[in-house]
């Protein structure tokens, strides 16, 4: 069975600092693996997605992600933060090429950014 | 292109009623599926429909069903309310089931309360 761990729920910074959100994965197979964001009272949104193209993967508002499959991680970083950056971001996994609509959610991590 | 659309996007009931939720699909969307957010469990899936068949369920019991119309457009009703089905309710959509990568577009959700 599939699983997502994101290691600690909770995570500060200051702004202007390294955003770094870890993430472990356990699938039998290939994965497809995402990064979602989400800001308070709204729902998910996509940040960025490992489909197997490339290992270092770039996504919305200056986040990245590299796909380590010996390590089993997918953390996603971002070089500066921003006050915009505060919010919820949940790592996902997929089993198949074609996801049956059933992404395996992590518990989400949140991200606080101090002036 | 509109998003996802779910209505309402609050709601209070009291334990023992009955709730309909309403999930309009992008447009092009075949596959939309429903997923409850708790601080506590996290994101769990519900279920998912693809062409007006339910072709996944999550771990619920059975006074959580759906339904998916001829148009794609989904309803998800929850039956004799429990205080711990007071959760936000997010509909996704993806193009088809079985896409290449299984990216989920989601609304804002529904809140409910249960009293």
């Known amino acids: 069975a599939q699983s997502v761990t994101q290691l600690g729920s909770h995570v500060s910074v200051s702004e202007g600092a390294l955003v770094l959100l870890r993430c472990n994965y356990s699938?039998?197979?290939?994965?497809?693996l995402f990064w979602y964001v989400q800001y308070p009272n709204q729902g998910l949104q996509l940040l960025l997605k490992?489909?197997?193209?490339?290992?270092l993967v770039k996504g919305i508002n200056g986040f990245e992600a590299e796909f380590k499959k010996s390590e089993t991680s997918f953390h996603l970083t971002k070089p500066s933060a921003h006050m915009s950056d505060a919010a919820e971001y949940f790592c996902?996994?997929?089993?198949?090429?074609?996801?049956?609509?059933?992404?395996?959610f992590g518990k989400g991590t949140k991200l606080s950014v101090k002036p | 292109k509109a998003g996802v659309t779910q209505t309402p996007r609050y709601l209070i009931k009291t334990r023992g009623q009955q709730v309909t939720l309403s999930c309009s699909p992008i447009?092009?969307?075949?596959?939309v599926s429903w997923y409850q957010q708790t601080p506590g469990q996290g994101l769990q899936f519900l279920f998912e429909?693809?062409?007006?068949?339910?072709?996944n369920k999550g771990n619920f019991p059975g006074r959580f069903s759906g339904r998916q119309f001829s148009n794609s457009r989904s309803e998800m009703n929850v039956s004799t309310l429990e205080l711990g089905d007071s959760a936000l309710y997010l509909c996704?959509?993806?193009?088809?089931?079985?896409?290449?990568?299984?990216?989920?577009?989601f609304g804002e959700g529904s809140r409910l309360t249960v009293l």
């Open positions: 996704a959509s993806s193009l088809v089931s079985g896409s290449d990568t299984g990216e989920l577009f």
């Open positions: 699938s039998s197979v290939p994965p497809y």
């Open positions: 490992y489909t197997s193209a490339a290992t």
């Open positions: 996902a996994v997929s089993d198949y090429g074609g996801s049956q609509g059933n992404l395996i």
């Open positions: 447009s092009g969307h075949r596959s």
């Open positions: 429909y693809f062409s007006e068949t339910q072709r």
